[in-house]
DNA sequence: TGTGACTAAATGTCAGACAAATAAATGTAT
DNA sequence: ATACATTTATTTGTCTGACATTTAGTCACA
């Protein structure tokens, strides 16, 4: 790790960057540990609270986890998928709201992957993804639900729907598109019609991926996003003065 | 913010999450001033030091800058996609080199959205980006490139053909599997004949774009995906022992 | 063979001090 | 009155030293 210091930075993001580096480049390796915060402190040259402040930065990107004790320490953190995905949709939703990314714009990157998943699935899925997606229709079908039900059983079907592709690479980078998005979803408001047609669409899609139809599934998908697109500009439409990003 | 503190974790982490949380649901908006260190100390009833190491948690995640001096402060910053590439880049690394993900796997997911990409690039691509394809073309016909400096040119063409697709989300979302998997691509040495063929295959993709086909751009990209992956098998093959996570 | 007290090591928290940066207020000279 | 220098106040950055808390191991004792 180099000594040479800039000036003009936090000495504790100076010191994070050593060791994130350290990490990435695989000088240290998944579950090895680091010297304590006092050999830190030699190390760098610099007092403890500093070191603690780079620490907190690397806790906080998940690059490590401390434990502490007699054989305590910090610990280079395994970083697993499901441990990225609650980042990877905050980081997701911020960029939507502060970014003035419209319905839109999220919504085309959304199906778009997903029509791509879709693809895939229709190789690959197991009877435990369609017995999920057929669940979820089901409980779509109930009007009892609430309109935030209603969408977490939508979020539910579609992320089995992606994770039948089968590719944790693709689940994780879907995972932000399609849950960034709830907060907006949320704003809509789903008659019974919208309701049916929205199920209606789901039983499209599932069947399609049943008899591994590619093409009509991707055709359902595209019926569903357009219909969705509908849905949010009605909303839109509705309530001009709340124009915000999502507008 | 909650005042109710749970025993058993970090008071940084909990101090952290409340105020992420405020972020996050807008009752903090962007650029707006968080109270001094000595005033966030009081209010949570901690020490400074404390409160330090919860403020560069939230540095850590950019979801605050810091500015000394007398007007200084805290505050919260925007979120903007630029700066949220490296972090995606980061961890989308870290995944892959974490979690055994195969070379297979990754090249799936990067060339089934990047396919997705392409496919709304043939409608709404600028001259820009077509330029940007052709010179890349151009730099990597030159014998004299190092490796690094192909598989970087490579980047740059792809990058330019997402970024056809206008879609900021998407294009956020493919710099993190494109870029990732950097590393591997740079065990691949690149023959002469290896180069040409990926030209070529480079080459139909931008007249594909160019006159707007669709079906021939998604063709061309299918096959690139299967002779990357072909050549990355073969490094495997070639070097068995030395078999990580990218094997 | 447990079992309980003790010890050592590490992180977590606190208090107080000073350094450095920065903007605003103040003063001073032309 | 303006331009410039100085001072002042505020805030973050860093350091020091202390104590609390957690945890694994050790060792004596029953």
Redesign the pocket.
């Known amino acids: 790790m180099s000594t040479q210091r800039e000036?003009?930075?936090?000495?504790?993001?100076?010191i994070a960057d050593d060791i994130k580096q350290a990490i990435v480049e695989g000088d240290l390796i998944v579950d090895e540990r680091?010297?304590?915060?006092?050999?830190?402190?030699e190390h760098f040259?610099?007092?403890?609270?500093?070191?603690?402040?780079a620490?907190?930065r690397l806790?906080a990107q998940s690059l490590i986890r401390?434990?502490?004790?007699?054989?305590?320490?910090?610990f280079v953190r395994r970083l697993s998928f499901k441990e990225a995905y609650p980042q990877q949709i905050t980081t997701s939703t911020l960029l939507l709201s502060m970014n003035d990314v419209s319905f839109d714009t999220a919504c085309e990157a959304r199906f778009a992957m997903e029509r791509a998943c879709a693809l895939l699935a229709t190789q690959r899925y197991t009877e435990d993804h369609l017995a999920t997606m057929r669940a979820e229709i089901e409980r779509q079908g109930q009007a009892e639900l609430t309109d935030e039900e209603f969408c977490a059983s939508d979020v539910a079907f579609h992320r089995a729907l992606v994770d039948a592709a089968g590719n944790p690479v693709m689940s994780y980078q879907l995972a932000g598109s399609v849950e960034a998005m709830q907060p907006l979803m949320n704003m809509i408001t789903f008659t019974a019609r919208d309701r049916a047609r929205i199920v209606e669409l789901h039983t499209a899609i599932t069947d399609a991926l049943e008899r591994r139809d590619a093409v009509a599934c991707d055709r359902a998908l595209a019926a569903l996003e357009s219909y969705t697109r509908t849905l949010a500009s009605d909303v839109m439409a509705r309530k001009p003065e709340s124009s915000n990003s999502a507008a």
């Open positions: 000036k003009s930075r936090d000495l504790s993001a100076q680091l010297p304590s915060e006092t050999e830190l402190s040259e610099v007092s403890r609270s500093t070191v603690r402040e620490l907190k806790a401390t434990q502490r004790g007699a054989t305590g320490g910090a």
